[in-house]
């Protein structure tokens, strides 16, 4: 997505180790605006599948999810992240090890938001390692709920989160995918 | 808001301890058009000011404040919740005593989102003790910031944070006001 792309060059600032920040528009900041066109973006993307939830992982995936889920008309879901291993029996339940953090954490979703019924499109800010979206078709799956597939802002295509999720024939749709990046030389885009 | 308190008595659950989880539509599960119409309500109490950004904390503030952001027309800026104490030099931060948790956390905002330009609108999903609340009024505060007020879901009038903030002066607009709740009599809303 040209747009997206050109507000990553614009406002995003590149640090050592690959990191990307995008503070100004996506998650500490939030253009509303523009998020407004990245979910017109994926709604185009999937309006074909009867999307009944839209799911995702707190923080920065909410502000991605609520304009999402007000095109298509459903509820949005957020996963909470738990840190404590005490939790309660009316929770589905993935562990998810973050390589970033260098910890694990829990995401957890009450049974009864999720269930057999449901036809789930996941959105998330990025994707990197692909961690917290597998936990997340982890969670629909512990429900019975069919995934449509993924729709990520920014995608890191130089982590094998990408790979390993369509590997497993999960539809990922990426608005901007990032091949490389640095501080001196900037950052390359997928063609 | 008779809309409000109707959605709290037909969908919330009152714990012991006067825990009430709307987890339903406000803050795990989020009912994107009904949020839509606090959004409308909260504009309509405080469109007279020039509002430049509307400001909350993760993580239950994003779904509540991101509609109010699209409403005024300008953006949505979350603080984050930070339990180290290793902050950066371009960050605002203010410690915040949690008593429901028994802990205390900083909540931080980078300098370059918040100046004393702007005219600031706080929202978030409760209002207990008021710890969170006070911990924003001091970011803008130490951004220079003019805050208008504060708009606030439901307040929980039994305990001490909405008459501590209003005492200071600044304006607290609660959609929700409850005086008492137990699991067994039910919830009784500020008439």
């Known amino acids: 997505m040209k747009l997206l792309e050109e507000k990553i060059l614009q406002e995003g600032v590149v640090y050592p180790g690959k990191v990307l920040k995008v503070g100004s528009f996506l998650n500490h900041q939030i253009d509303v605006p523009?998020?407004?066109k990245l979910a017109e973006e994926f709604y185009r993307l999937f309006e074909e599948d009867p999307v009944t939830k839209v799911l995702t992982v707190e923080t920065s995936g909410i502000a991605v999810g609520y304009p999402v889920a007000e095109r298509f008309g459903v509820p949005l879901?957020?996963?909470?992240?738990n840190r404590s291993a005490n939790l309660a029996n009316d929770c589905y339940s993935a562990n998810v090890v973050s390589y970033t953090h260098g910890r694990s954490y829990d995401v957890v979703l009450e049974r009864q938001f999720l269930t057999g019924e449901d036809?789930?499109?996941l959105v998330d800010d990025f994707?990197?390692?692909g961690c917290a979206l597998e936990g997340l078709i982890d969670l629909c799956g512990q429900a019975g709920a069919r995934v449509v597939g993924a729709g990520i802002v920014i995608e890191k295509v130089f982590q094998e989160g990408g790979r390993k999720i369509r590997e497993r024939g999960i539809r990922v749709e990426s608005l901007a995918r990032i091949v490389d990046m640095d501080p001196e030389g900037g950052i390359t885009f997928a063609s």
């Open 34 to 36: 523009f998020m407004s």
């Open 77 to 81: 879901l957020f996963a909470k992240k």
């Open 119 to 121: 036809t789930v499109l």
């Open 127 to 129: 994707l990197a390692n």
